[in-house]
């Protein structure tokens, strides 16, 4: 499975941005789409999700402030950030879970400058 992701950048507080990702061609049934996000000397955490059944979930952090929305037939997720704020700067992965295992994207910075 490859994931290619597009978006990222340098973005002032306050600001937004939004992240795309898609899946290869021949991925079928995924079960869950996401983003997740690493800071430097952090470990990889959940930003978002969403299930085949349409379950969300989202860190505490971003509630009300990032949405994922995700077309399971295009295979596509997108992660819209709004009111960014420099805590979120870090490197976002998408992420695919299909057939009981997860796939990652390469990952795309976002900087958040105060």
């Known amino acids: 499975v490859q994931l290619q992701a597009s978006g990222g950048g340098l973005v002032q507080a306050g600001g937004y941005l939004r992240l795309s990702c898609a899946a290869s061609d021949s991925v079928f049934s995924i079960s869950a789409m996401g983003w997740y996000r690493q800071a430097p000397g952090k470990e990889r955490e959940l930003v978002g999700s969403?299930?085949?059944?349409?379950?969300?979930n989202y860190a505490d952090a971003v509630k009300g402030r990032f949405t994922v929305s995700t077309d399971f037939a295009k295979r596509r997720v997108s992660l819209q950030m709004n009111d960014l704020k420099p805590e979120d700067t870090a490197a976002y992965y998408c992420n695919v879970v299909y057939l009981g295992n997860d796939y990652w994207g390469q990952g795309t910075q976002v900087t958040v400058s105060s």
């Open positions: 969403i299930s085949s059944r349409g379950r969300t």
